[in-house]
């Protein structure tokens, strides 16, 4: 198969895209403008506009992102693992399902050692109050 | 038309091309109309839950008010926000609506068809990569909704795109270490794998109950339905991120909402209900023919169809969290448990395969057992008092249990036991 598997989705990106792009410009046709002083401005609820949306916001919402990247990071490390540790846990191949060598303990291990760190910098995390959202 | 062939389609080359274009151009018709449908059906079921009627005024049973919406949002004059920064204001729906509708790609939604050209697998793409895909596009979906909350100069959106964006990436989290336990069963990312792992070793609704519940909440999360739809909470951000979007704007976030919805139903139906098996037979696991797979298409539409009913089913019965609960829920209790679980698993697997029990009936039901007992004990014996009580409350544990001794008690909680009390009302 190869790369030849991935055309399809090339197909379908490229015509959602075209679709995307027909969708905003049919629209933008069809539509007749009439706009006016009021109509352009933002919404707030019916009063007129104090000051704009370009304010400072919550530093939190940083901290989740920042956050977020540590602990994805994680996740993307243990998709491999999770996908490798039949094979890793099996001295023998692996006959429909079944393992036909000696039970291995490598795996469980690495990932007992990876899970201890990833718990040290939750706890930490959790500590400094980070994940307190108030 | 010559005999069926047996051998993949993707040998041939020619063929190929043809059937994919093919795929893509029906998948995105079906798709729309899927959605399109979805979104009246949102209306009859809420409708249904309320005792009330739903819109039955356009064609037999109101089948063509999602026409007749489509058509007036495509007539309806376009507001843009003056100071808004006008580029990223249109890319951001466009952007919305194309990770959904792309995100799909890789579920199988049938057995495999014969064709006079070789088998073909039904699924857009049969990527090695499986759902990983899936979850890369679908969180792509995020600039959308943060470009769309930015651009437009306002408040109630700005605050709606921000929550959202920290709702999803929070979820993606407890939703990516929920899979894992998958994977371990499976050992292959390819849906297709996880769907024959399934046939053989048992539906993982049953093989990894927790990890199901723990999914399903993330999915939820994710496609921002109630009870998490905090990024556009009506009764405090007006509509949340897209409160500027008007016209057909508009309606590429309602459509990339409850596309993300069908894909979030379809990859929890392939993960943990065996995808396209059907249940209590060995038949449709055999040799590809046309009437299994028009048979598996149906099986595959109704769990699909059974979870597009479970989110709309929650959003008209339960309420809104609160946001401090939403974060904690997914930091402070999603994310440890999954990882705990995951060791759980592994650790269990590895026991078996010393006991001799690999695959099979026997290693399903020890696999169910255990589930019932981690889930037994999550939520009765560390009850909402202990390992919820951040998304229940912000009273210490101690605190909560000297309030139910007294309430259990009888004398406590009582208006005028505490007269110091300023809610007068």
């Known amino acids: 198969m190869g790369l030849q598997a991935y055309l399809p989705v090339l197909m379908l990106m490229g015509f959602v895209l075209l679709n995307a792009a027909i969708i905003i410009g049919l629209s933008q046709w069809a539509m007749r403008r009439r706009p006016t002083q009021v109509k352009s401005e933002a919404y707030e609820s019916g009063i007129p506009v104090v000051g704009d949306a370009r304010e400072r916001f919550s530093v939190k919402f940083y901290l989740v992102a920042m ?25 023998g191949p692996i006959i429909d399902g079944v393992c036909s060598g000696a039970t291995s303990f490598f795996g469980l291990g690495e990932m007992l050692v990876f899970m201890a760190i990833l718990v040290v910098g939750l706890t930490y995390v959790w500590r400094k109050g980070a994940l307190q959202w108030d | 038309m010559g005999p069926l062939l047996m051998t993949p389609i993707s040998d041939n080359s020619t063929a190929f091309l043809i059937a994919s274009a093919i795929k893509v151009l029906v998948f995105f018709g079906v798709y729309l109309v899927t959605v399109a449908m979805l979104t009246l059906a949102e209306r009859k079921v809420s409708a249904w839950i309320q005792d009330r009627h739903g819109p039955n005024r356009t064609g037999p049973g109101g089948l063509l008010q999602p026409a007749a919406d489509g058509l007036k949002n495509f007539m309806k004059e376009e507001l843009s926000p003056g100071a808004g920064n006008t580029i990223l204001f249109s890319l951001a729906p466009a952007i919305a609506f194309s990770t959904a509708m792309i995100s799909w790609a890789v579920i199988p939604f049938a057995a ?77 990312v390819t849906l297709g794998t996880i769907i024959n792992q399934q046939v053989t070793g048992g539906w993982n609704i049953l093989n990894l109950t927790f990890a199901f519940l723990t999914f399903l909440i993330s999915a939820f999360a994710e496609t921002n339905r109630l009870p998490f739809d905090l990024p ?6 007006v509509a949340g991120y897209h409160t500027e979007y008007s016209s057909m704007k508009f309606s590429m976030f309602f459509i990339a909402e409850y596309a993300n919805m069908l894909t979030a139903s379809g990859l929890m139906a392939t993960l943990f209900l065996g995808g396209w098996d059907i249940p209590f037979t060995a038949w449709d696991n055999g040799e590809p023919s046309v009437l299994k797979t028009v048979l598996t298409l149906v099986s595959f539409a109704l769990k699909t169809g059974f979870f597009l009913f479970l989110y709309m089913w929650i959003r008209w019965t339960l309420p809104r969290f609160r946001y401090d609960q939403l974060m904690s829920l997914g930091w402070r209790f999603l994310l440890p448990v999954s990882l705990g679980y995951i060791v759980l698993i592994a650790t269990t697997l590895l026991v078996l395969q010393l006991l001799g029990i690999q695959a099979g009936v026997l290693q399903t039901g020890i696999l169910f057992v255990l589930n019932v007992i981690v889930l037994v004990l999550m939520f009765v014996v560390f009850d909402r008092g202990r390992l919820l009580s951040p998304t229940t409350s912000k009273m210490s544990a101690a605190e909560m249990l000297r309030l139910r001794s007294l309430d259990r008690a009888g004398s406590a909680l009582v208006p005028s036991a505490r007269p110091e009390s300023g809610m007068g009302d």
């Open chain 2, 232 to 237: 556009e909470a009506e009764s405090e951000l």
């Open chain 1, 67 to 91: 956050l977020f990247i540590v602990f994805d990071i994680e996740t993307v490390f243990l998709i491999p693992w999770g996908t490798a540790f039949r094979r890793l846990s099996c001295t």
């Open chain 2, 112 to 188: 495999p068809v014969p064709t006079p050209w070789g088998v073909m697998s039904l699924a857009i793409a049969d990527l090695p990569v499986g759902f990983i895909f899936t979850l890369a596009i679908a969180s792509l979906g995020v600039f959308g909704i943060t470009l769309a909350g930015w651009s437009s100069n306002n408040k109630y959106s700005l605050l709606g795109g921000l929550r959202s964006s920290a709702q999803m990436i929070s979820y993606e989290i407890a939703m990516g270490m929920s899979v894992i336990p998958v994977l371990l069963l499976a050992g292959n």
